[in-house]
């Protein structure tokens, strides 16, 4: 609870500003509403929906407050086109979100190539990557704008797209509202929020205390969160600065053999717990100079940290110590690590609305530079099964690696929007990027991972947009992004040498960058009761990177590799139709996504491995983890002015499981699925709010994830079997959804602004 004591101070000054809606105006992307795209980690002026050249999803505040959904990733595996979620941690806190074949994800081990942005700092952590989506309670979301193609002007690790997230100002969300939940699986809840504005000043803060015992055995969670903004604004400037803290216990139920699914309850080992704090502050500000240029800063400072503990089998059981002669009888062993960030940055961007021959013109030239410490370290434990699989020490904790991390990387950009004819629209991009990772073994055992790395490249981007009427617009572009290798990757490269991430740093061969061309045409338009949308896209990535899973049934277990070229392709297809007093959106999107070099991998797992546990990829060979299409529908309806009731449905096709590369695994794909959830809400008066929700309606079995894995649990009930001279069974393992879970809810505003509680 230290880092709260922050929040309480926070709270104060926020409760200090008298709730009246202010007139002022704040920074466009705060508006529960946006009408504009940000094409740039600072949005600017923004550029207005007609002339991006993508297919832009934007989603606000009333959608997410009215469907009420655990976690930004699951909206978004409900509502946004070509998205998806995997549950592979176990965890409902923790899932993995797929856009177009490219993750943005919490687990270690998986290739990012989603850049995600608050209030435009980059919160892919330094050390993998990886995303926590934990840490940022839902509440302070404003708006949400998913933005698709290797955009450079937002940086690394931007091969798919960008996530922009734009938080909450007292000025646009006035009022205080408490919010308390529960229901099935122990979940109880409390959320508050709280808005004001007065003269020139604003504030906003929002907190969430969350317990949640799971739907599994052993996936339980604790939430803490608190996200805070103090603003000051007038005609010419704006200035926030921001707080969000976070303190999040979360337990992993891990993924099951095929063997265990008739007891879809249990986990495969345990204990496994993630707990993640962080503190983040955030200041930014932007100035009108003139009445056509705006000059946007913003810096931050990040210190997170998070300390894990697994349970993992002993690979090494029954070997004998060649020194020694002695037989390793520990079927188990305890992982405990702990990564220490603190990392920093600012950037600065200068946009100007002109005219050049007399049409209108856009630019923007900004750059941005992020630097970041990691102290990682790691220690093993020898173990012993219980009898329902949970890992009891028998010795002490051994160092296993120690090391000091350093990632420096910056960035400089410019853009131009021109409008060449009152129909035709030309943008052109670029940015430069270079980035320096050095890894430094502080155990003084390990010297060879002592080491520089550097990766540099320019990235070009260029797009048209034709607008005949204000309500068609047709659109292709043209972009290139780079992503360079992590620390995590460049230390786990050897396939003799897998790791259990985030364990075992090792001296391992190097890695190259890797760098994505995309092309996409599409069109979008409205008629008089709705919208509609189409794309068609084609994402090429050379050195591609993948993780390669190997052994255990443990999702963490393996070693990058590049693997060539790869190719993902697809169409998108959405629409929306309002028919008083009922709204239905309609999204769907076919995915091809394949390898196009042929390449060596070991998957000692895969039924079609040879002695050494290789296996062959084809080019050709679709990528695992990835849905061919999906489908998804939602409906609202306004029952009364005061009841309103929504429906959810996704169906997504079936996806090679992590180590099936080849396709060729005799257990074949991971079953694709149909889920629909329920939500509702009652306005019992302009104060009181009644809301339920019911997921997983039809209570259907499900899995969203897969890997290939050595089943060791062989023995009688699922006893360790080497421990009785059972040989370990080559299984596919899966990440089960959530059963039916039914939920409801209150929310009271104390303190509604005049013109209305606002949801």
Sequence with gaps: MTLFRS?????????????????????????????????????????????????????????????????????????????????????????????????????LGTPQGVSVFQDGVRINEAFGDVVNWDLLPRSAIS?????????????????????AIYTKSGAQYPGLAVEASGGMFGRRALEFEYGAATGHLDAFATGNLSDDDGWAQHNASRVRQFFGKVGWEDERSDLDVSLTLADNALHGAQTLPLSFLDRPRESYTYPDLNQNRLAFIVAKGSRFVGDAQLIDANAYYRRFRNANLSSNVNDDFGAVDPDTGAVQTNAATNDRATIDESSYGGAL???MRTKLGGRANQWAIGGGANAATTHFGQAS?????????????????????????????????????????????????????????????????????????????????????????????AYASYSEGMRAP????????????????????????????VVSSTI???????WRVGTWSAAIYRTDLRNDLAFIASGSGASNAGYFQNVGRTRRQGIELGGSLRLEPVTIALRYNAIDARYRSTFDAASPDNSEADENGGIVVQAGKRIPGIPVQTAKLRLDWDVTPGLAIGASLVAAAGQ?????????????????????????????????????????????RYANFGLLGSNVFTGPDRSFGPAVGIAP???????????????VGVRLTLDAPAHGARD
Excluded at 394 to 412: E, F, H, K, Q, W
Excluded at 673 to 700: E, G, S, W
Aim: charge should be negative.
């Design 729 to 743: 069974v080559n299984e596919q393992f899966r990440a089960l959804g959530s059963p039916r879970g039914v939920f």
């Design 143 to 163: 708006t949400v704008q998913l933005i698709p193609g290797s955009v450079p002007a937002f940086g690394l690790n931007t091969l798919g797209g960008a996530l």
């Design 656 to 700: 090679y499981a992590n180590g099936d590369e080849n396709n060729a695994d005799r257990s074949g794909r991971v079953p694709g699925y149909f889920v629909m959830h329920l939500d509702a809400q009652y306005v019992m008066t302009p104060r009181v709010t009644l809301f339920a929700k019911i997921d997983n309606l039809f209570d259907r």
């Design 349 to 351: 961007q200068w946009t």
């Design 486 to 513: 992590t620390p995590v990757e460049l230390t786990c490269a050897d396939p003799g040498a897998p790791c259990k991430l985030p364990n075992e740093f090792l001296a391992d061969p190097p890695l190259a960058a």
């Design 7 to 107: 929040a309480l101070g926070a709270v104060a000054l926020a409760m200090a500003v008298p709730a009246s809606a202010a007139d002022n105006s704040a920074e466009i992307f705060e508006l529960p509403s946006v009408n504009v795209v940000g094409t740039a980690p600072l949005p600017g002026l923004g550029t207005p929906l007609r002339d991006v050249p993508a297919n832009v999803q934007i989603f606000d505040n009333r959608l997410f407050a009215r469907m009420r959904s655990l976690t930004l990733t699951q909206f978004l595996d409900l509502d946004a086109n070509s998205v998806g979620a995997a549950s592979g941690q176990g965890n409902a806190f923790q899932q993995s979100l797929n856009f177009r074949g490219f993750a943005a994800s919490p687990l």
């Design 520 to 526: 996409e045409a599409g069109a979008r338009g409205k």
């Design 381 to 473: 434990q020898p173990a012993a099964f219980t009898s329902d699989r949970g890992t009891i020490g028998t010795g002490s904790y051994a160092d296993t690696t120690v090391v000091a991390l350093r990632n420096v990387n910056a960035g400089v950009y410019a853009s131009d929007t021109l409008s060449l004819t009152d129909t035709w629209t030309l943008t052109a991009s670029a940015r430069y990027d270079i980035a320096r990772v050095v890894i430094e073994d502080r155990s003084g055992h390990d010297s060879a991972l002592n080491g520089t790395h550097t990766f540099s490249r320019v990235n070009p981007a260029i797009g048209a947009n034709f607008n005949p009427t204000p309500s068609f617009t």
